[in-house]
């Protein structure tokens, strides 16, 4: 269940007005701060601080509502009514080392949380945010010190949780693995010609209501779902996927490492904009290792921010300045999380010099009495009364991740722990964690190490699933023929003429295939503690 549950689971610079003085790109100057090298240890503490001032008052005058409104110091629901912020922000409490609140978190949300409720609930916000967040906190719960049950980490009452939310977004006795494959593999066969996809499609007609084509809203999950499903299941038809895509979207959307809008049947430029969810796909580009590309990119939506202390919904990029109604920042993860992906990779001073910038705006900004409030227009600093849960989940947990480099989060393998479940020996909290679209780590070796098979068996139960297959196919055929005479021919394809043949002959050539296990490239392991995670301890 734990594995089939997650899949349900970044032209010139131009003369503008409001742009950055001469030289604030290489961040001589940036929001008053002169540029030297950043005490990460000191910007750590006042993420730590920004988290607490949002966390203790969203339990003082919101919980149990979704959200915060921090400019009148009250909660309301928005997604579900689920106590959001206090899901979302539970994972963030155990990397900020809190074990102690984590694990009272853990009993109220046990206590308190229904699922068997009637509302209106979004399908892909539930399930990045209440199902990814319980998952992420099943599998930290032991490193938080919380008692599990015998067989964790492949059962537990946050799991449970987590597949009671799934099944009343998806009802019935599906497998929620499958169902999010299909819906993969149906964008992907509904591509254009030129090997691009809108960001809005009708899953009735398969029609594409919004043909833009770009890697902002609407399609960015689908993109970063490829890249990190591939790594997460070792799954290389994902990555081809992307890979795919990828060359499509350099040939028709990328112009001077900013990426446009354009029609997705022909490759004409529809929207020459950049969109601030869009700022996620630096990141995305390091975990396939293209990491100049990833830079350039990065720091062209770096130039944005510091135009504006944050960025904008949608930035003109011709005119280089804000669209009308889209000047907000809602405090957004998506530069930062690039930000901390690059660094890991290559430890450029630029991108701490942005976590200190995001600090410094977000404090001087969108800080107020009972919390921090999202920035209703960056032009003017206006706010409004909303502090949406990805604050606490995404922006302040990639702040501090970003500056906390020896964090449990960032583990290269050289320290793991073993776990004695039904299926053997696994080595868990190795490192490789993949965050969902949310920011709630996913530990891949816990996915694996809960199957029901070992990875010499899996090979096998393909096999005998195709040759059952073939025999069911069999049987379709034949009786599909019963109305023929006795003169004419069976089909001589489906007689294979010796299904114990065909298996071995099968097993025999994939006794020589060999598995290339997807690994990114920024976050090694040790080689005893591949992410298969099913490792043996007596060697065999």
Not at 64 to 80: A, F, I
Not at 282 to 291: A, E, K, R, V, Y
Not at 318 to 329: L, M
């Amino acid at each position: 269940m734990l594995r089939s549950l997650y899949p349900l689971l970044c032209l010139c610079a131009l003369h503008a007005p409001g742009r950055p003085p001469q030289g604030a790109e290489r961040g001589e100057v940036v929001a008053g701060v002169a540029a030297h090298e950043v005490d990460a240890a000191l910007y750590r503490e006042r993420v730590r601080a920004m988290f607490y001032h949002a966390y203790d008052n969203y339990l003082v005058h919101a919980f149990p509502y979704d959200e915060l409104r921090p400019l009148t110091c009250d909660g309301q629901d928005t997604w579900g009514s689920f106590s959001l912020t206090l899901i979302d922000a539970l994972d963030t409490l155990l990397i900020l080392g809190n074990v102690s609140e984590f694990q009272r978190v853990v009993d109220v949300l046990q206590e308190g949380v229904d699922f068997d409720i009637d509302v209106n609930a979004s399908v892909f916000e539930t399930n990045i945010r209440v199902v990814g967040g319980l998952l992420s906190a099943h599998l930290l719960s032991k490193k938080a010190g919380t008692e599990v049950e015998p067989g964790w980490p492949c059962s537990g009452p946050l799991l449970r949780m987590a597949e009671e939310a799934a099944r009343k977004l998806l009802p019935g006795d599906p497998v929620f693995e499958d169902v999010a494959r299909k819906a993969l593999k149906a964008l992907w066969k509904n591509r254009s010609d030129i090997g691009l996809v809108g960001n809005h499609i009708d899953v009735v007609t398969a029609k594409w209501v919004a043909q833009d084509a770009g890697i902002g809203a609407g399609v960015d999950s689908y993109f970063e779902y490829l890249v990190k499903g591939a790594i997460l299941l070792q799954d290389e038809e994902l990555m081809s996927m992307f890979l795919e895509y990828n060359k499509a979207i350099k040939n028709y959307t990328k112009f001077d490492d900013w990426y446009l809008w354009v029609q997705m049947y022909k490759g004409t430029v529809s929207m020459p904009i950049f969109q601030s969810l869009e700022a996620y796909w630096p990141g995305l580009q390091s975990l396939i290792g293209d990491i100049d590309n990833a830079m350039r990119t990065f720091l062209n939506y770096y130039t944005v921010w510091k135009q504006f202390g944050g960025l904008p919904e949608f930035y003109n990029i011709p005119q280089g300045y804000t669209v009308e109604k889209r000047e907000g920042y809602p405090l957004r993860p998506e530069l930062i999380e690039s930000a901390m992906y690059l660094y890991r990779a290559t430890r450029d001073p630029t991108l701490l010099e942005l976590g200190r910038d995001a600090v410094e705006s977000i404090d001087r900004i969108s800080k107020v009495e009972c919390g921090f409030a999202t920035i209703k227009d960056l032009r003017d600093h206006r706010l409004d009364n909303r502090m949406e849960s990805f604050f606490l989940a995404e922006t302040v947990k990639y702040l501090y991740l970003l500056f906390d480099t020896d964090n449990f989060i960032h583990n290269d393998g050289s320290t793991f722990d073993i776990v004695l479940t039904r299926y053997g020996e696994c080595v868990l909290d190795a490192g490789g964690y993949i965050f969902n679209t949310e920011a709630h780590p996913i530990d891949p070796a816990a996915l694996h190490c809960c199957k029901k098979q070992k990875e010499e068996r899996w090979e096998i139960e393909d096999l005998m699933r195709e040759f059952y297959s073939l025999k069911r196919n069999k049987k379709l055929t034949l009786k599909r023929t019963t109305g023929q005479s006795e003169g004419e021919s069976q089909n001589p394809s489906v007689d294979t003429s010796s299904e114990d043949g065909w298996i071995k002959r099968n097993l025999k050539n994939n006794t020589k295939r060999k598995i290339s296990p997807l690994s990114c490239p920024n976050q090694p392991f040790n080689s005893k503690l591949e992410v298969m995670g099913q490792v043996f301890l007596d060697n065999t």
